[in-house]
C-alpha cells in the first residue's frame, strides 16, 4: 500500500478536507471538555526544524502528546542534517524508528525526496513553496466563523510567497476565489502552485481592489524565512501593502482578517486591524493544533467511522 503524505494541499481531495474539517471539530469539542482522545499511543512523531518556529513546534508537540503519541524534536544545528548527511540517507534511518514526520524546509524539493525515502507518512511544515497545515488551520477557522467557503472570495495582499500559493490550491480545490494584489516583483507564479487553470485566482494591481467585496483578507510578512537579503528592497517594494482600516472598510461589513503569525504590526499589517474586532488571528492560530491532530489521526489510522 502507497504511504499517504501532506506535502501540498493539493494532496488532499475536497471529500478528504470535508473529512478533516468535521474531525478536527470533534476532536477540539473533546480537547475543550477534557476528555481523552488517544487514538496514537505508542507512535512517535520527528519533528525535523530547518527554520524556527513557535506555532507550528507548540501544535505539533502538545498535540502528539494529546492523542497519546510522543515526539522527537531535532533542528539542523543538533544532527547530522546539519552536517551534510544526505536527505535520503536521514529519511531511511529516521522512517525506520518513527511513526510520523513532520519537517520544516527550505526548498520542497527537500521534502519531496526526504518522502520518496520514507516508510511513513511526512508532513510539509512549511517550505519555500507551501505551508499547507497553516492553510488547513485557516480554513477551518473561516468555517468556524461563517460556515462553508464554497464560492467566497478571499483577498490576499502582499507577498506571492508560499501561503498565496497555498490558498490558491486551495481556492482551486475547494472552490472559492482568491483576489491576489503583490508588489511588482514580487507577484504569484501560477506554475507553482500547480494549477488547473488560472479560474480560481484573480490579480489586482491595487489592494483596495483586491479586498472590496471581499469575505476574508488575509496577508503574512513581507520577508520570509530565508529571504532576509532581500530584507531592505522589500521594506520598499511592500510599503503599499499594509492592510489598514480602509482596507478593511472596502471588504464585506462581516469580512474576517487572518494572519499565520508573527506578524509585524506597522508593516503589512496596522494594529488597528489585527488587534481589532474582524481579526480572527487567536482562533486562527489555535486552530492549528485541532486540524493537525485530525491530520496526524487521519494519515495515521485513516478515517474513523
Ligand atoms: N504560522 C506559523 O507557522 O508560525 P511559526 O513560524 O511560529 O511556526
Ligand atoms: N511566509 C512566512 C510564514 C511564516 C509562518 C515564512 O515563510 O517565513
Not at 513553496?129 to 490576499?156: M, Y
Not at 506554475?191 to 479586498?211: H, N, W
Request: hydrophobic residues 40%; contains cysteine; aromatic residues 10%.
Amino acid at each position: 500500500m502507497s504511504i499517504k503524505h501532506y506535502l501540498q494541499f493539493s494532496d488532499f481531495t475536497a471529500d478528504e478536507y470535508a473529512y478533516l474539517f468535521a474531525r478536527a471539530a470533534l476532536i477540539k469539542r473533546k480537547f475543550k471538555a477534557y476528555e481523552k482522545h488517544h487514538p496514537l499511543v505508542d507512535r512517535t512523531l520527528a519533528m525535523i526544524f530547518e527554520k524556527a518556529s513557535t506555532r507550528t513546534r507548540v501544535s505539533f508537540e502538545a498535540g502528539m502528546y494529546q492523542l497519546g503519541g510522543s515526539v522527537v524534536h531535532l533542528t539542523t544545528g543538533d544532527s547530522q542534517l546539519g552536517r551534510a548527511e544526505p536527505i535520503e540517507d536521514s529519511a531511511k534511518v529516521i522512517s525506520r524508528m518513527v511513526d510520523l514526520v513532520m519537517i520544516r524546509t527550505f526548498g520542497q524539493d527537500k521534502i519531496e525526496r526526504f518522502a520518496a525515502h520514507s516508510r511513513v507518512p511526512v508532513i510539509n511544515g512549511l517550505t519555500n513553496e507551501f505551508h499547507p497545515c497553516q492553510i488547513l488551520a485557516d480554513i477551518f477557522t473561516f468555517i468556524e466563523h461563517r460556515g462553508s467557503i464554497l464560492g467566497k472570495t478571499v483577498a490576499w495582499v502582499g507577498d506571492g510567497n508560499n501561503m498565496a500559493n497555498t490558498w490558491l490550491q486551495a481556492a482551486e480545490i475547494l472552490g472559492f476565489k482568491v483576489h491576489v494584489s503583490t508588489p511588482s516583483g514580487y507577484e504569484i507564479d501560477q506554475s507553482v502552485a500547480g494549477l488547473r487553470s488560472a479560474d480560481s485566482y484573480k490579480v489586482f494591481k491595487d489592494p483596495m481592489d483586491a479586498c472590496r467585496g471581499a469575505d476574508l483578507v488575509t496577508t503574512d510578512v513581507w520577508t520570509s524565512m530565508g529571504y532576509e537579503a532581500e530584507n531592505e528592497a522589500r521594506r520598499k517594494a511592500f510599503a503599499d501593502w499594509c492592510v489598514d482600516e480602509d482596507m478593511m472598510k472596502v471588504a464585506r461589513p462581516d469580512a474576517l482578517f487572518m494572519h499565520c503569525l508573527p506578524a509585524h504590526r506597522g508593516e503589512e499589517v496596522q494594529a488597528e486591524v489585527i488587534d481589532g474586532p474582524q481579526s480572527v488571528v487567536w482562533d486562527e492560530a489555535e486552530n492549528r493544533m485541532h486540524v493537525q491532530k485530525a491530520l496526524m489521526e487521519y494519515l495515521l489510522l485513516g478515517r474513523i467511522a
